[in-house]
């Protein structure tokens, strides 16, 4: 399985991006997808996670202000990225794994390893 991202940049505050992940190979077991991003001198954080059937997780800081989306026809997901603050600088990562998580009680609990990852796309957001 392949992972390829594009769309980053660099926005003003305020401003934003949407990111794509375009899946290819044998991807057919390919179940949950995330984004995650690694911001400068810190570990890489989980952003957000989408289940195969739509199930949405967001970190709190992200929050009201992204939205993660997949077309499994297209093989892609997407990150849609409002409001962006200059503390969203980072590298951006997509991911993919054959596990699903779970949903319980409304909230979805995206799984905690992932097999694939992109290459990874800067995002640069401006004071």
């Known amino acids: 399985v392949q992972l390829v991202e594009s769309g980053g940049g660099l926005v003003q505050a305020g401003g934003s991006l949407r990111l794509s992940c375009a899946a290819s190979g044998s991807i057919f077991d390919i179940n949950a997808r995330a984004w995650y991003r690694q911001r400068p001198g810190k570990g890489r954080e989980l952003v957000a996670a989408?289940?195969?059937?739509?199930?949405?997780y967001y970190a709190d800081s992200v929050k009201g202000r992204f939205t993660i989306s997949r077309d499994n026809a297209k093989n892609t997901h997407f990150l849609q990225m409002y409001s962006l603050k200059p503390e969203d600088t980072a590298m951006y990562y997509c991911?993919?794994?054959w596990g699903s998580g779970y949903s319980t009680g409304g909230d979805y609990y995206p799984p905690n390893d992932y097999e694939y990852w992109g290459q990874g796309t800067q995002v640069t957001v401006s004071s």
């Open positions: 989408i289940s195969s059937g739509g199930s949405a």
């Open positions: 991911a993919a794994t």
